[in-house]
């Protein structure tokens, strides 16, 4: 008898527990996260996801990483098809444009008009450029994720060699094409060019920002007439080749090729994305290395990129969509974008990220830095239309590549660029 009556207490002991262990996962909302953050990125964005889980028990987000972002955007679109998309993905504005014309995504804006606590306030702390690049047709419909701009990463040790000051980068163009020409040289005395001032890589944001360096634009503001094929678009393109040709301070290089260059101290200068330092310094630098705006010449405006993050609708379960604005809400707010922007030198979100004592501290120990984060008051965004994302890759095969080979004169290819995003508006617009 003794040992039945255990038996029960113990059967009924397993059912409690059980029941128990339902209760409490029928209370946590999961969410699922799809992005492309590989590396060192992909390492501080699982620190904050965990981070998050952890301080929000009735919430669970699984982030994915689906590789690329082409593969995130060729997994998005056939998500979208069969109705199995995740709750949040990050996802570029061309993206987006096409998402919100099919209606799948809920606009931010309606998850802060019904957030008691994400007021006008929380809106002002942000940078504009990263509200304004988010609103499609007067709606804020996404967020800003993981955005970045251009800087110019400088070896201080070769201006200190060469009698030159290591904390004064050069600050427009024309002082750098001056600095580059000192710092191109034939250090081992074999007769032979083994130094170079710079290494252009074939990128259309390059192209883009030298452009509005310029003063010229990218589009008409109602993103229907291409304006780059301008005497500003002229200027950019004859800015590179003139580097390459005329002066030979600098050389292509392809895909990683120029930041291996800078970090073996073949070239004083390379201009990238901010993020590039996260992963310059998981490699290693020898050197004493500088980060600093690019230098300007009209204008300081400058191009912002990386993506945004959208939220899916979710009609069968209206908590998921709720809780993906949580985790969104929480992962912009100025602790984790100061800790994300430290880890990942992605650009914060908000202005009070900039009171945080690493990044305060990170400008004291190299005040040149502090230009870079400048750059967010002079910033823009690139045009808000699918037919952009295929026409930067166009930028690069058919113009950059061909007018910096010699193949193309700068107003020929930039000619044949516009007719071709004219031609695939007027399409969308039949």
């Not at 192209?207 to 008409?220: P, T, Y």
């Not at 979710?314 to 908590?319: A, H, L, T, V, W």
Request: with cysteine; net charge negative; glycine share 6%.
């Amino acid at each position: 008898m003794k040992k039945i009556a255990l038996l029960i207490i113990l059967i009924s002991l397993i059912i409690l527990g059980c029941g128990k262990k339902e209760t409490v996962n029928s209370d946590v909302t999961e969410i699922l996260f799809w992005q492309a953050m590989g590396g060192p990125l992909g390492d501080a964005l699982a620190e904050l996801v965990n981070k998050f889980n952890d301080t929000h028990p009735n919430i669970h987000v699984t982030s994915v990483n689906m590789g690329n972002y082409t593969a995130l955007s060729q997994k998005l679109m056939a998500s979208i098809q069969t109705g199995n998309q995740p709750d949040v993905a990050q996802a570029y504005e061309a993206w987006i444009a096409n998402m919100l014309e099919g209606d799948v995504i809920v606009p931010i804006e309606e998850f802060i008009n019904d957030d008691p606590n994400f007021g006008q306030e929380e809106i002002n702390d942000i940078y504009p450029v990263f509200i304004n690049s988010n609103k499609m047709d007067g709606k804020l419909v996404s967020f800003p994720f993981n955005k970045s701009v251009m800087v110019q990463y400088y070896n201080k040790d070769m201006l200190f060699q060469n009698d030159m000051d290591p904390d004064r980068p050069p600050k427009t163009w024309e002082e750098f094409r001056d600095y580059c020409k000192i710092l191109t040289q034939d250090t081992d005395g074999d007769s032979r060019l083994d130094q170079f001032g710079t290494t252009i890589k074939i990128n259309a944001w390059h192209f883009e920002n030298l452009l509005l360096q310029a003063g010229g634009k990218i589009m008409s503001e109602d993103n229907k007439t291409p304006l780059f094929n301008s005497k500003e678009g002229v200027q950019a393109l004859n800015f590179l080749t003139d580097i390459l040709t005329k002066d030979k301070t600098g050389y292509l290089s392809p895909g990683y090729e120029g930041q291996k260059d800078f970090t073996a101290q073949k070239v004083a200068f390379y201009q990238d994305s901010s993020v590039s330092m996260a992963f310059m310094l998981r490699t290693g630098i020898t050197f004493n290395m500088g980060i600093s705006a690019v230098p300007v010449n009209k204008t300081k405006q400058n191009l912002i990129s990386g993506t945004n993050v959208v939220i899916f609708k979710n009609e069968e379960d209206k908590k998921k969509e709720k809780a993906a604005w949580e985790f969104v809400k929480w992962f912009t707010d100025t602790e984790q974008t100061a800790r994300w922007s430290e880890l990942t030198y992605y650009m914060p979100v908000r202005k009070s990220a900039m009171e945080v004592d690493a990044l305060k501290d990170r400008i004291a120990g190299n005040p040149e830095i502090a230009s870079v984060y400048d750059q967010l008051n002079y910033a823009t965004f690139e045009p808000q239309i699918s037919e952009w994302f295929e026409t930067r890759k166009y930028l690069e095969e058919h113009v950059i590549e061909k007018v910096v080979r010699g193949m193309l004169t700068p107003e020929k290819a930039l000619e044949n660029a516009a007719e071709m995003i004219e031609k695939k508006i007027a399409k969308r617009e039949e």
